[in-house]
């Protein structure tokens, strides 16, 4: 079961959707942001965003399953996205996927970790070609990768 947007959560949202009250067709936007400060979009959150933008809460959650940046679902302590654009593809990301996912105990789909530890996503590109394949860890990148070097740039997060 889902667990209860915290106070802060809640105010967090309202701060977001004061920010966009006087704007029309602001809802992505208002995803975007909200996610970013809560870390993912509850059914609460999406709920709040609907009454306020005076939308039905299948409008909202239509908008949020749409775009593959919305997240329903808490992400893990450590978000690893895997490139797959051309240059990573051709480089390996496949064996990448297969390298991080098999260490962490996922499928090569990602997902999160039983521990909640981390988050693991294959991305289409992050725009670092010159670095592939690559894959961004909480924001950092590591580039010209193979499988064993992604593996152990994964276990270097677990040992914080």
Do not use: W
């Amino acid at each position: 079961m889902e667990a209860e947007l915290t106070e802060e959560q809640k105010n967090e949202i309202e701060r977001v959707l004061e920010k966009y009250s006087k704007q029309k067709g602001a809802l992505i936007p208002i995803l975007q942001e909200t996610q970013s400060s809560v870390g993912y979009l509850s059914e609460d959150a999406l709920s709040l965003i609907a009454n306020a933008c005076g939308r039905t809460l299948s409008q909202v959650y239509g908008v949020a399953t749409f775009y593959k940046q919305f997240r329903l679902q808490p992400i893990g302590k450590h978000l690893v996205r895997i490139c797959h654009g051309t240059a990573c593809h051709v480089g390996g990301a496949e064996d990448i996927d297969a390298s991080v996912c098999g260490h962490l105990g996922l499928c090569e789909e990602g997902g999160t970790t039983n521990d909640g530890e981390f988050t693991v996503e294959k991305v289409v590109c992050v725009g670092a070609c010159s670095l592939a394949p690559i894959m961004i860890v909480d924001g950092v990148a590591h580039g010209r990768l193979d499988a064993e070097k992604a593996r152990n740039v994964i276990k270097k997060y677990q040992k914080e």
